[in-house]
């Protein structure tokens, strides 16, 4: 299993930003694929979600409204849209992926939102 996020960077607040994570080494069209974040001296938390078909979507509170998660099924890539970005966004950004008991992730992208 490997999973490749890119498209981090720095950004001024307000702006926006779209990660992408490259999936193989299993069946990505049959598994729900999520987005993490963590920040300095903070525990690693649920940013979103989506479902196999991509119909079904979730989100931290703090990103309603901002953030979109999508996936491309045939490119075996997940993506989240960032829109509206503010400073406590700034994190270290993780593509995740549960299988047969077991997380699995990426190296994660640094997203810095800083005027």
């Known amino acids: 299993v490997q999973l490749v996020e890119s498209g981090g960077g720095l950004v001024q607040p307000g702006g926006s930003l779209r990660l992408s994570c490259a999936a193989s080494g299993f069946t990505f069209s049959r598994s729900v694929m999520r987005w993490y974040r963590q920040a300095p001296g903070k525990e690693r938390d649920l940013v979103a979600g989506?479902?196999?078909?991509?119909?079904?979507?979730n989100y931290a509170d703090s990103v309603k409204g901002r953030f979109t998660i999508s996936r491309d099924n045939a490119k075996k890539t997940v993506y989240l849209q960032m829109n509206s970005l503010k400073p406590e966004d700034t994190a270290v950004y993780y593509c995740?992926?549960?299988?047969?008991?077991?997380?699995?992730w990426g190296q994660g992208t640094q997203v810095t939102v800083s005027s």
């Open positions: 989506i479902g196999v078909g991509g119909g079904f979507t």
């Open positions: 995740n992926v549960w299988l047969t008991g077991q997380d699995y």
